[in-house]
C-alpha cells in the first residue's frame, strides 16, 4: 500500500509568482484535503475535493485553487503569491469522505 | 478564528506515567474529532477519533474522552513511552467535511 505523497519537497518562489503543488493520495483513496500550516500553528483547511469535486472549504481566498484528477491525485494553485504564503502545505487522504485522514510529508513554500 | 484550541502548548511526563492533553472547542455543530501525532519532518500521523456522540473511545494505550457539556475532548496515554514525544493535535470535523485542528501539543516523555 502507497503512501501519501507529495511534491516538491522544497520550494522557494517571489511574491506575485504562482505555484503548482502536487499530491499523489494513498492507494484507494477518493478524498484528498489540503491544508496550511504556519510556523507555530496547526494546520488550517484550505479545501476538499471527493471524485474530483470541491467538497468543502475552508477561509481561504480565490487565489487558493485546486484540481483532483481521475486518478485522485490533486493539485493545490496558489496565484499572486504573499509574503504570508510562506508555509507547510499539506495534503491528506482519505477514503470516501471518511475523517480519518492519512497526510503526506508535506511541502514547504518559501515566499521572498 | 480559533475553533479548537490547545491552550498547552508542551507537556513533560515521566516514562510509565499518565499523559493527559487537552482541547477545548467552540463549534457544537463538529461530528468528529480527531487527534494526530506529528514527528518533525513528517506529516500528521492519525490516532484515534471520536464520534460527537459517544464519551469516551479506547485504542489501546491511547483513550479520548469527549465532554459535550463542557466542549472539551482528551486524550490519555497510558503507560507513555519515550516514543510519544512528539507534537500532538486535536481537531474537529464539521458537517461541512470542514476540518480545524488545534495549534498543538509537545509531548516529551522523559526516560
Known amino acids: 500500500e502507497t503512501g501519501v505523497t507529495q511534491s516538491p519537497t522544497h520550494l522557494i518562489k517571489t511574491r506575485g509568482q504562482q505555484v503548482t503543488l502536487r499530491c499523489s493520495s494513498q492507494s484507494g483513496h477518493n478524498t484528498v484535503s489540503w491544508y496550511q500550516q504556519a510556523l507555530g500553528q496547526g494546520p488550517q483547511f484550505i479545501f476538499q475535493?471527493?471524485?474530483?469535486?470541491?467538497?468543502g472549504r475552508g477561509n481561504f481566498p480565490p487565489r487558493f485553487s485546486g484540481l483532483q484528477f481521475p486518478n485522485y491525485s490533486s493539485e493545490l494553485n496558489v496565484n499572486a503569491l504573499e509574503l504570508d504564503d510562506s508555509a507547510l502545505y499539506l495534503c491528506?487522504?482519505?477514503?470516501?469522505?471518511?475523517?480519518?485522514?492519512?497526510f503526506g510529508p508535506g511541502t514547504r513554500l518559501l515566499v521572498l | 478564528d480559533q475553533q479548537v484550541k490547545q491552550n498547552s502548548p508542551s507537556l513533560s511526563v515521566q516514562e510509565g506515567r499518565i499523559s493527559i492533553l487537552n482541547c477545548d472547542y467552540t463549534n457544537s455543530m463538529f461530528d468528529y474529532f480527531l487527534w494526530y501525532k506529528k514527528y518533525p519532518a513528517e506529516g500528521p500521523t492519525f490516532l484515534i477519533s471520536?464520534?460527537?456522540?459517544?464519551d469516551k473511545n479506547e485504542d489501546g494505550r491511547f483513550t479520548v474522552f469527549l465532554n459535550k457539556s463542557a466542549k472539551h475532548l482528551s486524550l490519555h496515554i497510558v503507560p507513555s513511552q519515550p516514543g510519544d514525544s512528539a507534537v500532538y493535535f486535536c481537531a474537529g470535523e464539521n458537517t461541512g467535511n470542514q476540518f480545524y485542528f488545534g495549534t498543538g501539543t509537545s509531548l516529551t516523555v522523559i526516560p
Open positions: 471520536i464520534s460527537s456522540i459517544k
Open positions: 475535493y471527493y471524485r474530483e469535486e470541491e467538497n
Open positions: 491528506a487522504s482519505s477514503q470516501d469522505r471518511e475523517e480519518t485522514q492519512y
